[in-house]
């Protein structure tokens, strides 16, 4: 396939290496409004599209796309409030859009077991439920788009909790130390409504994103936790999305992948 780069950090590159590995050509990297000036004709002779930019540039990338019917897989998190309008709109115009908050194997496996637990967990009222996210300080968006997809599915499986809530930002320095100036202290999750489910997320130097789900009681605690070692594990799930929706009309997500 001829491949589109939209974002090329370091997601972008660690993409781009893994799909030349399978065989695949890199067209185009557009990066900036600049690149997109000088090169969006490249774009549309690309078989597929991937975006790992910025969530303020990610929907303004999905259209572009759609206007040269250029399937496009979407790993941008930070954007979801729009995912609703951009799923309708590739269905009017008969599009390809491909969207996951991640794209790790193990992390969708993660996944089940979340909904697998929540479902398990939803009569047993005294075990309190948190999430954690950690991620490097290029992050931008917080909570992750995995950390909210962990708990919307956890949700809508327990009856004692509605919505899910930022349970502050903590940023840490080179030193190691708490940045006061950048963080949200925390709260004790139990002075939270208790329909809430509370999620804290820490921006920290360049460490390996890291998820955790837990349940406490007075008696014990459950801990499920899913750490990435690597970004490889990102770019050959995105590099399996953009071979799956390759010739394909519509909207998907790993769930249809992995089945």
């Known amino acids: 396939m001829k491949i589109a780069l939209l974002g090329y950090g370091k997601m972008g590159k660690a993409i781009e290496a893994l799909a030349v590995e399978r065989g695949h050509q890199i067209e185009v990297t557009i990066d900036n409004n600049e690149e997109w000036s000088e090169r969006a004709d490249r774009l549309a002779q690309c078989d597929v599209a991937i975006d790992f930019s910025m969530p303020q540039t990610a929907v303004g990338n999905i259209r572009r796309c759609f206007g040269l019917n250029v399937p496009i897989v ?7 409030d729009q995912l609703e309008t951009l799923v309708e709109e ?10 996951a908050s991640n794209f790790s194997i193990g992390m969708n496996i993660m996944f089940a077991l979340n909904r697998r637990l929540a479902e398990l967990m939803n009569g047993h009222e005294e075990y309190s439920v948190s999430i954690a996210e950690t991620h490097h300080v290029h992050k931008l968006d917080a909570p992750s788009g995995t950390a909210i997809t ?16 930022k349970n502050g930002e903590l940023w840490i320095g080179a030193d190691n130390k708490v940045d006061n100036e950048r963080s949200t202290q925390p709260v004790n999750p139990k002075t939270l409504p208790e329909d809430v489910l ?3 997320s820490v921006r920290q ?3 390996p994103g890291t998820h955790s789900l837990v349940y406490d009681s007075p008696i014990d605690t459950i801990l499920v936790s899913h750490r990435a070692k690597s970004r490889k594990g990102l770019a050959f799930g995105a590099v399996l999305a953009a071979e799956f929706i390759n010739g394909k009309k519509g909207y998907f997500t790993m769930e249809d992948l992995l089945k």
Do not use: H, M
């Not at 962990?150 to 809530?165: E, F, M, P, V, Y």
């Open 205 to 207: 130097a360049e460490g």
């Open 74 to 80: 979407v790993g941008t998190t930070g954007w979801y």
């Open 150 to 165: 962990l708990a919307n599915d956890a949700i809508a499986r327990l009856d004692r909790k509605s919505r899910w809530q």
């Open 90 to 99: 590739c269905k009017a115009q008969n599009q390809s859009l491909f969207v």
């Open 198 to 200: 509370p999620v804290l």
